[in-house]
């Protein structure tokens, strides 16, 4: 059973920065067969990657999940990941537009 973790957080610029928290199992089966934490043994394993970066008012995100599950094959997956936001806009002397998405309606 192959199994590893990995941690990392760098920052390019003050603008631009990415955060890596990758963790692997070959097998999840044996994580479920020979642990003695239950919370440990039925715990998921998580993996994340983010690039975030800020260009002019705009924040952009990129990135990945994936997640396995103990004791069977299934893994899912998000990739990409994308997220565009922004800070006020101001649109000439007398107006401030604050782009949101849409909201759900009730």
Not at 34 to 63: D, H, Y
């Amino acid at each position: 059973n192959l199994q590893f973790a990995w941690t990392h957080q760098q920052e390019f610029s003050k603008r631009t920065r990415l955060t890596a928290d990758v963790n692997y199992s070959s097998n999840t089966s044996v994580q479920r067969q020979v642990g003695f934490n239950p919370q440990l043994v039925m715990s998921t394993i998580r993996s994340g990657v983010n690039l975030q970066a800020q260009r002019g008012p705009f924040n952009i995100g990129i990135g990945a999940n994936r997640v396995q599950y103990p004791g069977r094959p299934q893994v899912d997956q998000t990739l990409p990941t994308l997220s565009i936001s922004s800070r006020p806009l101001r649109i000439g002397s007398f107006a401030t537009w604050t782009p949101s998405r849409p909201g759900r309606p009730r």
